[in-house]
């Protein structure tokens, strides 16, 4: 291997910029400045307008990005919930810590952004749904959590009468609009939060995480926002019957009955979920204005992220899936708004959901004591250049030979997430992706694999998998994907064994006859 400057800055050298951020973040703010995660679930990066899109109404998301830097080209670990938030605020892919599937989720033993901000001098506090840490891990990451539901509403239920069963043959997720915008799961998250943001009692620095719960499926807001947006003014979503797709496509479809859906059926539902972003922003407009409002815009650093993205209507498709690796899913927003830090920055460089970590920590001046491999975004915050070669890896699926990673069965809308799978393991079997500047390429070893060229298809739409004319590119991108998993995959936990054999000193006690026990239990 040959080390040339870029390799140096990737390495020794960025640890060496990386002390210094802590600095600079100080030197900005005046103190450790409060930091702020608005979390939605589900959010592609193309519903916003300050990513492109022409129709969506988003003026909150792109005041955030005029106020600070957005990243054009972020994805993220995985494209399920609970995986991609393991991989958050660990710093690790799922091939180092086996976070697949929803109910494998952050140990005690396992450092984690929170914790590791705690100990740091955080106050930490997390509102919203959970899908991350094991419930033994939230006394010691949190100083404070709460998941408060919508009016009405069962404990934990995000979305009333999604678990009730569908009403026809054709599970759309569409469902009846809301009602109020104030009655709602994701309002009660952000009313606590301005609790924390309006407090007096602490002079210590905050940390809010907020996971909201939309514009997740199905597919309904309140009621002034699902009006919003009419399907005739949508433009058409990414037709389904693409040659050379993945088998899950047309699996899901029949499954589903959206394979007797016409293309107007699908409109609605990017309409509907164009109205969930919507009120998505809306809810961020009320974060940034009690910000505003008290001041804490001065000192308080604000980043918007997802978990991942949504078909909605693409491919004729809905929600997402266990092996789903396309663009729509995995391409997120991620905006940062530091004090002090240059605004209206727009970073093009490839950059991954993990980097919020190490970002994170160098803002609060302290580092990961774990290994790690997310970068800091405060270099590019603060004006300077990214990577312009780096590639961002998403892995996806669950092997045959790993039932436990499965979903539990689940019924209502979401019945076909869990059934699917455990009727046809193969359509989610393990896949992984790279994405650079220009391509995509997705390795399926169980299926069909695929690569495409974005520049001139956006939309993934014309697999080019084994074509002569990108021969050259696939191979580099093949040699990519292998080296970044040789060099990822199995993270040994930070503890260390000794190899010796521990000694061994048999207790020094009576010999215990049935006479002798007998005795003593009835003395």
């Known amino acids: 291997m040959s080390f040339d400057r870029r390799t140096l800055m990737g390495g020794a050298g960025a640890g060496f910029l990386a002390s210094l951020l802590p600095q600079v973040a100080r030197a900005a703010t005046g103190s450790r400045p409060n930091l702020i995660l608005f979390f939605p679930d589900e959010l592609r990066a193309d519903a916003l307008a300050c990513y492109g899109n022409p129709v969506t109404r988003t003026p909150n998301f792109d005041r955030l990005a005029k106020a600070g830097t957005r990243f054009a080209n972020a994805h993220v670990q995985y494209p399920v919930c609970a995986a991609s938030r393991c991989s958050m605020l660990t710093g690790l892919p799922t091939s180092a810590t086996g976070h697949r599937g929803f109910s494998y989720l952050i140990q005690p033993t396992e450092p984690n952004l929170f914790a590791l901000l705690r100990q740091s001098g955080y106050d930490t506090f997390f509102f919203g749904k959970n899908d991350v840490l094991a419930p033994e891990t939230f006394a010691t990451s949190l100083t404070a959590w709460a998941d408060p539901p919508a009016p009405g509403a069962a404990a934990g239920d995000h979305a009333p009468g999604a678990r009730a069963g569908a009403t026809s043959s054709t599970v759309t997720m569409l469902l009846p609009p809301m009602g109020d915008r104030r009655a709602t799961s994701d309002y009660g998250i952000i009313q606590r939060a301005i609790e924390i943001i309006e407090r007096k009692e602490s002079d210590k620095p905050f940390c809010l995480f907020l996971p909201i719960f939309q514009p997740h499926p199905p597919y309904r807001a309140p009621a002034d926002f699902q009006a919003m947006y009419k399907p005739d003014d949508i433009p058409a979503p990414i037709p389904p019957g693409l040659p050379n797709k993945p088998a899950y496509h047309e699996a899901i479809r029949k499954a589903y009955g959206l394979d007797k859906a016409g293309p107007e059926v699908f409109r609605q539902v990017r309409a509907t979920y164009y109205g969930q972003v919507s009120y998505t922003d809306w809810l961020l407009g009320e974060l940034l204005d009690a910000l505003d409002r008290t001041g804490r815009d001065k000192d308080t650093a604000v980043f918007v992220g997802s978990d991942h993205g949504d078909y909605a209507g693409d491919y004729g498709l809905v929600e997402k899936w266990h092996g789903g690796l396309e663009s729509c899913l995995t391409h997120v927003p991620l905006i940062g708004r530091v004090p002090g830090a240059p605004q209206g920055v727009v970073a093009q460089d490839m950059v991954e959901l993990y980097d919020i970590l190490p970002s994170f920590l160098n803002l609060a001046g302290t580092a990961p004591h774990h290994t790690q491999f997310g970068r800091s975004l405060l270099p590019q915050i603060h004006g300077g250049p990214g990577d312009p070669n780096r590639a961002a890896f998403t892995e996806a699926g669950l092997g045959i030979y790993e039932p436990q990673a499965f979903d539990n069965p689940t019924g209502g809308l ?83 064994n000794s190899r010796d054999v521990p000694s061994f000193n048999p207790p020094q006690a009576p010999v215990a006859s049935p006479e002798a026990v007998q005795a003593a239990l009835d003395s």
């Open 414 to 496: 979401y019945r076909y997430k869990s059934q699917l799978p455990a009727q046809h393991p193969e359509l989610v079997a393990r896949a992984a992706s790279v994405r650079t500047q220009r391509h995509t390429y997705i390795h399926r070893p169980q299926g069909v694999s695929e690569l495409y060229d974005r520049l001139a298809d956006p939309g993934e739409t014309r697999n080019l998998i084994g074509t002569r004319a990108l021969a050259k590119d696939q191979a580099a991108l093949e040699d990519r994907l292998l080296n970044w998993y040789i060099n990822t995959s199995g993270v040994p936990q930070d503890t260390r």
